[in-house]
């Protein structure tokens, strides 16, 4: 039996909206923002777990690969087709970290704050 349930996964971030519309542009949903509070953003994601996205003054991106500025955790985004899905998260604002390959089943990107995430057509 579980003990508890996946509510939303929380994404540090020098600007929450932003970061927020920019996930919106990947994954579609609807951005919701509590007036007044500059410090929280939300992204209701159809068909999944809610993304949110806190204010964190000093924010320092991770690396990716490097071990003193591990990246922690990312997103595995799934995707139809690569080059599509990949065109359009550049379109938006992604900064590609690992894509040479290209007969793998998946590219690595930065999202505008410096998470990684990665598109994958496994």
Request: charged share 25%.
């Amino acid at each position: 039996m579980a003990l508890a349930k996946l509510d939303v996964v929380v994404l540090d971030c020098p600007d929450p909206r932003a970061l927020a519309e920019f996930y919106a542009g990947v994954l579609g949903g609807t951005v919701e923002v509590n007036e007044g509070d500059q410090e929280w953003v939300d992204l209701k994601v159809p068909g999944g777990p809610s993304l949110a996205f806190q204010l964190a003054p000093g924010f320092v991106p991770p690396e990716w690969p490097a071990a003193a500025r591990s990246q922690q955790f990312h997103l595995d985004l799934a995707v139809a087709d690569l080059d599509t899905a990949e065109k359009g998260v550049l379109e938006l604002g992604a900064r590609p970290l690992d894509t040479e390959d290209r007969s793998r089943t998946f590219r690595v990107y930065a999202d505008p704050a410096g998470h990684p995430f990665c598109l994958c057509a496994c």
